[in-house]
């Protein structure tokens, strides 16, 4: 099947109603889409180690989520003369792969987001998913973004996230004993608030959130509101997992709906949290969680 042709199809799929505007980040990275697919595989970023890793399969598409050339729209022309960018596209092409990024679709073409959707299989949440609003006043409100978990604590749920998601090390905000039922997922960059730095703000109190958990973060907004709600009487926690963490699991789970919707085979290959960790010894800032 040619490349193009299950670039059509998916975006097809996934945008029946033809929401994803044409200024989408959704495009065609680098390589001919008019050969045929010898092998597909998906992650969040196509970092290097993901393009050796496909290389050595054999593979050569590659569907991810996040840029290739490091910028939020993979403008090249910013790159042209970085020694890094140059060496990563001759990688490329030397192997005559095909990268095509799939962002938009997956979050907001269909009835539902297909990253959140991964993230909630991976955590064995997907039955506490809850829909957006679509009356909803705040962005944040209207995707589906918060689940509705049995009564627990905030030490029970960090260490089904730390073990599930496969995470080295966490950082949150909030009292390990305290209950938590009514949960944000603001995965990704939606703690930033998808256009306005209040909206996340504006849900966490309008809808009596537990427990908001990140990827990214500005430390300003949402962690120092919810650090001082807690100071004030007004018990909330905050989960930071990182971007790649915490979106990553929707890209694993693409290979089982490509199967499903057109019997294409497709690999995942985790990217990989970008930074390693080192443990320092306890300190007001720094405790440890041990598993129950």
């Not at 003369?81 to 990563?88: C, G, L, R, S, T």
């Not at 890209?251 to 960790?277: H, I, S, T, V």
């Amino acid at each position: 099947m040619k490349i193009q042709s299950i670039i059509n199809a998916i975006e097809s799929a996934t945008d029946p109603n033809h929401r994803i505007p044409s200024t989408t980040i959704d495009q065609l990275i680098i390589g001919d889409s008019d050969q045929d697919a010898h092998g597909i595989v998906t992650s969040f970023m196509a970092t290097v180690d993901v393009i050796n890793a496909a290389i050595r399969l054999g593979a050569n598409f590659i569907i991810t989520h996040e840029p290739t050339w490091f910028d939020g729209h993979d403008r090249e022309s910013l790159m042209q003369d970085d020694p890094v960018y140059q060496a990563k596209r001759e990688l490329i092409a030397k192997h005559n792969l095909v990268i095509y990024r799939f962002h938009d679709h997956m979050h907001f073409g269909g009835a539902h987001d297909m990253i959140v959707a991964g993230v909630a299989k991976e955590l064995g949440w997907s039955d506490y998913l809850l829909p957006g609003d679509p009356a909803g006043k705040n962005v944040l409100e209207r995707a589906e973004t918060r689940f509705m978990l049995p009564k627990t604590t905030l030490a029970e749920v960090l260490n089904t996230v730390r073990t599930r998601l496969k995470l080295g090390g966490v950082r949150y905000i909030g009292d390990v004993s305290q209950p938590v039922e009514n949960v944000a997922a603001l995965i990704g960059g939606a703690t930033l608030g998808l256009g306005d730095e209040y909206n996340p703000i504006k849900q966490i109190r309008d809808q009596r959130i537990d427990l908001v958990i990140s990827g990214d973060i500005e430390e300003w907004t949402v962690p120092a509101y919810i650090r001082d709600a807690n100071r004030l009487g007004h018990p909330c926690a905050m989960l930071v997992i990182g971007h790649e963490r915490s979106e990553e699991s929707g890209m694993k789970w693409l290979p089982e709906w490509l199967a499903d919707k057109f019997n294409l085979k497709a690999q995942w290959l985790d990217a990989g949290d970008p930074f390693e960790r080192v443990l320092f010894e306890t300190t007001n800032n720094s405790k440890s969680l041990r598993s129950n």
